[in-house]
Antibody, heavy 119, light 108 residues
Framework: QVQLVQFGAGVKTPGASVKVSCKAF????????IHWVRQAPGQGLEWMGW????????KSTQKFQGRVILTRDTSISTAYMKMNNLNSDDTAVYYC????????????WGQGALVTVSS | SYVLTQPPSVSVAPGETARITCGEN??????VHWYQQRPGQAPILVIH???ERPSGIPERLSGSDSGGTATLTISRVEAGDEADYYC???????????FGGGTRLNVL
Protein backbone atom coordinates (compact mmCIF):
# COMPACT_ATOMS: atom_id res chain seq x y z
CA GLN A 1 0.00 0.00 0.00
CA VAL A 2 1.49 3.29 -1.13
CA GLN A 3 1.87 5.74 1.71
CA LEU A 4 3.79 8.96 2.27
CA VAL A 5 4.32 10.01 5.88
CA GLN A 6 5.49 13.52 6.61
CA PHE A 7 7.29 15.06 9.57
CA GLY A 8 8.52 18.52 10.31
CA ALA A 9 5.48 20.57 11.16
CA GLY A 10 5.82 23.36 13.67
CA VAL A 11 6.06 27.01 14.50
CA LYS A 12 9.04 28.94 13.19
CA THR A 13 10.18 32.51 13.69
CA PRO A 14 10.77 34.81 10.70
CA GLY A 15 14.20 34.27 9.20
CA ALA A 16 14.43 30.70 10.43
CA SER A 17 14.56 27.54 8.34
CA VAL A 18 12.34 24.49 8.23
CA LYS A 19 13.00 21.00 6.96
CA VAL A 20 10.06 18.76 6.15
CA SER A 21 10.60 15.08 5.56
CA CYS A 22 8.53 12.66 3.51
CA LYS A 23 9.02 8.94 4.03
CA ALA A 24 7.70 6.59 1.37
CA PHE A 25 6.21 3.17 1.92
CA UNK A 26 4.80 0.50 -0.35
CA UNK A 27 6.62 1.19 -3.63
CA UNK A 28 10.09 1.55 -5.06
CA UNK A 29 11.17 4.98 -3.89
CA UNK A 30 13.65 5.56 -6.70
CA UNK A 31 11.07 4.77 -9.36
CA UNK A 32 8.94 7.91 -9.03
CA UNK A 33 9.39 11.64 -8.65
CA ILE A 34 8.43 13.30 -5.39
CA HIS A 35 6.55 16.57 -5.79
CA TRP A 36 6.24 19.29 -3.17
CA VAL A 37 3.07 21.37 -3.05
CA ARG A 38 2.02 23.94 -0.49
CA GLN A 39 -1.31 25.41 0.50
CA ALA A 40 -1.61 28.64 2.45
CA PRO A 41 -4.62 28.97 4.75
CA GLY A 42 -7.79 29.30 2.69
CA GLN A 43 -5.86 29.27 -0.56
CA GLY A 44 -5.31 26.89 -3.44
CA LEU A 45 -2.56 24.42 -4.23
CA GLU A 46 0.82 25.86 -5.18
CA TRP A 47 3.33 23.54 -6.81
CA MET A 48 6.86 24.11 -5.55
CA GLY A 49 9.05 21.59 -7.29
CA TRP A 50 10.02 17.98 -7.79
CA UNK A 51 12.96 15.73 -7.10
CA UNK A 52 13.91 12.62 -9.00
CA UNK A 53 14.93 10.27 -6.18
CA UNK A 54 16.91 8.11 -8.58
CA UNK A 55 19.24 10.81 -9.90
CA UNK A 56 18.77 13.56 -7.33
CA UNK A 57 17.83 16.00 -10.11
CA UNK A 58 15.47 18.72 -8.99
CA LYS A 59 13.27 21.34 -10.56
CA SER A 60 11.46 24.15 -8.80
CA THR A 61 9.57 27.26 -9.65
CA GLN A 62 11.53 30.48 -9.93
CA LYS A 63 9.69 31.77 -6.88
CA PHE A 64 11.44 29.23 -4.67
CA GLN A 65 14.80 28.94 -6.37
CA GLY A 66 17.59 29.85 -3.99
CA ARG A 67 15.41 29.47 -0.92
CA VAL A 68 14.14 25.90 -1.21
CA ILE A 69 16.39 22.86 -1.30
CA LEU A 70 15.04 19.46 -2.29
CA THR A 71 17.05 16.40 -1.32
CA ARG A 72 16.56 12.72 -0.72
CA ASP A 73 18.07 9.77 1.12
CA THR A 74 17.41 6.64 -0.88
CA SER A 75 18.66 4.38 1.93
CA ILE A 76 15.62 5.29 4.00
CA SER A 77 13.19 6.14 1.16
CA THR A 78 12.84 9.69 2.36
CA ALA A 79 12.64 13.03 0.58
CA TYR A 80 13.26 16.39 2.20
CA MET A 81 12.20 19.96 1.55
CA LYS A 82 14.21 22.64 3.31
CA MET A 83 13.11 26.25 3.12
CA ASN A 84 15.34 29.05 4.34
CA ASN A 85 14.65 32.59 5.45
CA LEU A 86 11.00 31.98 6.33
CA ASN A 87 8.48 34.80 6.40
CA SER A 88 4.82 34.99 7.32
CA ASP A 89 3.79 34.32 3.72
CA ASP A 90 5.32 30.87 4.05
CA THR A 91 2.72 29.82 6.61
CA ALA A 92 1.11 26.87 4.89
CA VAL A 93 0.54 23.14 4.81
CA TYR A 94 3.37 21.53 2.89
CA TYR A 95 2.56 18.33 1.04
CA CYS A 96 4.75 15.78 -0.65
CA UNK A 97 3.25 13.56 -3.31
CA UNK A 98 4.42 10.71 -5.52
CA UNK A 99 4.58 11.40 -9.23
CA UNK A 100 2.91 8.85 -11.44
CA UNK A 101 1.45 8.48 -14.95
CA UNK A 102 4.62 9.82 -16.47
CA UNK A 103 5.99 11.33 -13.24
CA UNK A 104 4.07 14.59 -13.44
CA UNK A 105 0.78 13.56 -11.88
CA UNK A 106 0.92 13.56 -8.07
CA UNK A 107 -1.17 10.48 -7.33
CA UNK A 108 -0.57 9.67 -3.66
CA TRP A 109 -0.11 12.51 -1.18
CA GLY A 110 1.33 12.76 2.29
CA GLN A 111 -0.83 13.96 5.13
CA GLY A 112 0.75 17.40 5.01
CA ALA A 113 2.92 19.33 7.44
CA LEU A 114 1.66 22.63 8.82
CA VAL A 115 4.41 25.20 9.09
CA THR A 116 3.46 28.40 10.88
CA VAL A 117 5.79 31.37 10.70
CA SER A 118 5.20 33.77 13.54
CA SER A 119 7.20 35.99 15.82
CA SER B 1 3.53 28.93 -19.51
CA TYR B 2 0.19 27.36 -18.74
CA VAL B 3 -2.49 29.19 -16.83
CA LEU B 4 -5.44 27.04 -15.77
CA THR B 5 -8.69 28.91 -15.11
CA GLN B 6 -11.45 27.46 -12.96
CA PRO B 7 -14.68 29.02 -11.69
CA PRO B 8 -14.44 29.85 -7.97
CA SER B 9 -17.57 27.91 -7.13
CA VAL B 10 -20.28 25.67 -8.50
CA SER B 11 -23.53 24.92 -6.69
CA VAL B 12 -25.86 21.99 -7.34
CA ALA B 13 -28.65 20.19 -5.55
CA PRO B 14 -28.26 16.59 -4.43
CA GLY B 15 -28.96 14.18 -7.27
CA GLU B 16 -28.14 16.73 -9.95
CA THR B 17 -25.06 16.85 -12.18
CA ALA B 18 -22.13 19.16 -11.42
CA ARG B 19 -19.76 20.31 -14.13
CA ILE B 20 -16.48 21.97 -13.24
CA THR B 21 -14.45 23.48 -16.04
CA CYS B 22 -10.75 24.09 -16.48
CA GLY B 23 -9.63 26.39 -19.26
CA GLU B 24 -6.02 26.61 -20.33
CA ASN B 25 -4.34 29.32 -22.30
CA UNK B 26 -2.19 27.11 -24.50
CA UNK B 27 -3.85 25.04 -27.12
CA UNK B 28 -2.54 21.56 -27.63
CA UNK B 29 -2.92 20.51 -24.04
CA UNK B 30 -1.45 17.16 -23.25
CA UNK B 31 -3.49 15.77 -20.39
CA VAL B 32 -5.56 17.21 -17.60
CA HIS B 33 -5.82 15.71 -14.14
CA TRP B 34 -8.33 16.40 -11.36
CA TYR B 35 -8.09 16.35 -7.57
CA GLN B 36 -10.71 16.40 -4.85
CA GLN B 37 -9.82 18.01 -1.55
CA ARG B 38 -12.19 17.82 1.39
CA PRO B 39 -11.69 20.30 4.25
CA GLY B 40 -8.70 19.46 6.38
CA GLN B 41 -7.58 16.61 4.14
CA ALA B 42 -4.91 16.06 1.54
CA PRO B 43 -5.94 16.11 -2.12
CA ILE B 44 -7.03 12.88 -3.80
CA LEU B 45 -6.49 12.20 -7.49
CA VAL B 46 -9.90 11.47 -9.00
CA ILE B 47 -9.25 11.74 -12.75
CA HIS B 48 -5.97 11.49 -14.66
CA UNK B 49 -5.09 11.84 -18.31
CA UNK B 50 -8.32 13.68 -19.18
CA UNK B 51 -10.77 10.88 -18.51
CA GLU B 52 -9.18 7.98 -16.62
CA ARG B 53 -10.38 7.08 -13.14
CA PRO B 54 -7.87 5.70 -10.63
CA SER B 55 -8.88 2.56 -8.79
CA GLY B 56 -11.56 3.22 -6.18
CA ILE B 57 -12.97 6.38 -7.70
CA PRO B 58 -16.74 6.11 -8.34
CA GLU B 59 -17.99 6.01 -11.90
CA ARG B 60 -20.13 9.06 -11.08
CA LEU B 61 -16.96 11.11 -11.59
CA SER B 62 -15.81 11.52 -15.17
CA GLY B 63 -13.55 13.77 -17.17
CA SER B 64 -13.75 15.12 -20.70
CA ASP B 65 -12.16 17.63 -23.01
CA SER B 66 -13.40 20.00 -25.67
CA GLY B 67 -10.83 22.18 -27.39
CA GLY B 68 -9.08 24.24 -24.72
CA THR B 69 -11.48 23.40 -21.90
CA ALA B 70 -11.48 20.30 -19.74
CA THR B 71 -14.50 19.35 -17.65
CA LEU B 72 -14.94 17.29 -14.52
CA THR B 73 -18.48 15.94 -14.34
CA ILE B 74 -19.98 14.59 -11.15
CA SER B 75 -23.29 12.80 -11.70
CA ARG B 76 -25.92 12.18 -9.01
CA VAL B 77 -24.18 14.57 -6.66
CA GLU B 78 -24.12 13.59 -2.99
CA ALA B 79 -23.46 15.62 0.12
CA GLY B 80 -20.09 13.90 0.42
CA ASP B 81 -18.99 15.40 -2.89
CA GLU B 82 -18.83 18.84 -1.33
CA ALA B 83 -15.15 19.73 -1.62
CA ASP B 84 -12.62 21.79 -3.53
CA TYR B 85 -11.64 20.47 -6.94
CA TYR B 86 -8.40 21.33 -8.72
CA CYS B 87 -7.29 20.68 -12.25
CA UNK B 88 -3.64 20.13 -13.03
CA UNK B 89 -1.39 19.85 -16.06
CA UNK B 90 2.26 19.45 -16.84
CA UNK B 91 3.91 22.31 -18.69
CA UNK B 92 6.48 20.43 -20.70
CA UNK B 93 8.19 23.63 -21.82
CA UNK B 94 9.17 24.56 -18.29
CA UNK B 95 8.96 21.02 -16.86
CA UNK B 96 6.68 22.42 -14.18
CA UNK B 97 3.41 21.19 -12.71
CA UNK B 98 0.56 23.71 -12.85
CA PHE B 99 -2.62 23.75 -10.78
CA GLY B 100 -5.80 25.62 -11.46
CA GLY B 101 -7.08 27.96 -8.79
CA GLY B 102 -9.64 25.47 -7.55
CA THR B 103 -13.44 25.27 -7.56
CA ARG B 104 -15.56 24.88 -4.44
CA LEU B 105 -18.45 22.51 -5.10
CA ASN B 106 -21.40 23.43 -2.92
CA VAL B 107 -24.14 20.85 -2.47
CA LEU B 108 -27.31 22.75 -1.70
Amino acid sequence: QVQLVQFGAGVKTPGASVKVSCKAFGYRFTGHFIHWVRQAPGQGLEWMGWINPNSGETKSTQKFQGRVILTRDTSISTAYMKMNNLNSDDTAVYYCARGFYGDYVPDFWGQGALVTVSS
Amino acid sequence: SYVLTQPPSVSVAPGETARITCGENNFGRKGVHWYQQRPGQAPILVIHSDDERPSGIPERLSGSDSGGTATLTISRVEAGDEADYYCQMWDRTSDHVVFGGGTRLNVL
